[in-house]
C-alpha cells in the first residue's frame, strides 16, 4: 500500500509540474543510450540525418524582440526560473546536454517548431530568442546557437542543444560535456575566440561552488560615436570581475582576487545589483584607462573583466 501511495504523490506532483513549466520537457533521465550518449529515454539520433553536418552555419546574432510570454517568470519541478531580459550580460559554465527526435517537430517555449538540425539551444533563464556562444571546455570547439526554448530542468545542466549543435562541439556520443555559455548581442563579432586555457581558469573553478559562480560578463560593444560622448562624462569606473547569487561566494572571490591583483594598487569592492553580489575593482579615471587594465589582467585572471558605467 505504502509503494502504491508513493507512486500516486510522484505522479501528481509530475501533473502539477507540467501545468507551470514551458514548453520544453521537465522530465527524468532515462537509461544510458545504446552508443553511449546521455541523452532522455526515447530520445536520441533521427533516423534521416541530414549529410555535412560541419558545413552547417552557427546562427548569426541580430536584435529580436523578445517573446511576450516566454520571458516571464516560471515554475518547472517545483523550481521558479526568473528570465533574463537582457543580452550579452551573461556567462556562466556547467554540463551541456542534447535533445533530438523526442522533441523534433514539437513547439518551443518561443512557439516555434523545434528542428533538431538547426544551430538552437535551450536554457533556462536567457532571453528567448537570443542567441549564446557555447564552447567544449575540453576540446576548445565553439558555435553560435539561437536560444528559443526553455530547459534543462535536471540535475546540474545548463544548456540543452540541438542535435548539429552538439554534433559540431563533440559531445554527441557522450550525451554531455562542460561547457562555458557566454550570452551575445547582435553586434557581437562572430569570429572564433582565442581558446580557454584551462590551467588558468581551473583554480577559480575549484576555488567557489560551480552553482554559485555567475562570472564576469562581456560588455557589449559600444559605437565610436556613442563612447566618446561617455568617456567625456566620466566620474569614476570600475571592472567588474564577477557577479554571484550569494554573499560569501563573492567574498571568498574578492578574497582571491585581492592576492591575484594586489599590485593594481586599486580598490576591491562589493555591490548589490539585479540580486547579484557584483565584485568591482577600481576607480579608474576614464573608459579608456578601465579597458587598458581589463586587457592587462585578461592573461593573468583567464577571462576580460568588464567595464561598469558609474
Known sequence: MSKRITILVLA??????????????AATPGSTA???GGYLAGDGPGTDVPAHLDATPDAVPKNEPLHRYANRPYVALGKT??????????KERGTASWYGKKFNGERTSS???????????????LPLPSYARVTNLANQKSVIVRVNDRGPFINDRVIDLSYTAAYKLGILSNGSA??????????????PVAPIEPAQSKPLENSLPASAVVAAPVAPVTPPAA???LENNDASVYLQLGAFKSQESA??????MRGELSGTGKQLKLSNKDGLVRVHIGPYGSQSEARGSAESMESKLGFKPMVNLP
Open 12 to 25: 501528481t506532483l509530475l501533473l502539477a509540474a507540467c501545468g507551470t513549466a514551458p514548453k520544453h520537457k
Open 34 to 36: 545504446p552508443n553511449g
Open 81 to 90: 526560473y526568473k528570465p533574463l531580459t537582457v543580452v550579452g550580460n551573461y
Open 111 to 125: 512557439g516555434e517548431t523545434y528542428d533538431m538540425y538547426a544551430m538552437t539551444a535551450a536554457h533556462p533563464t
Open 178 to 191: 562542460e561547457v562555458e555559455v557566454e550570452s551575445l548581442a547582435a553586434n557581437t563579432r562572430t569570429a
Open 227 to 229: 563612447l566618446a560622448s
Open 251 to 256: 567574498e571568498s572571490f574578492m578574497e582571491k
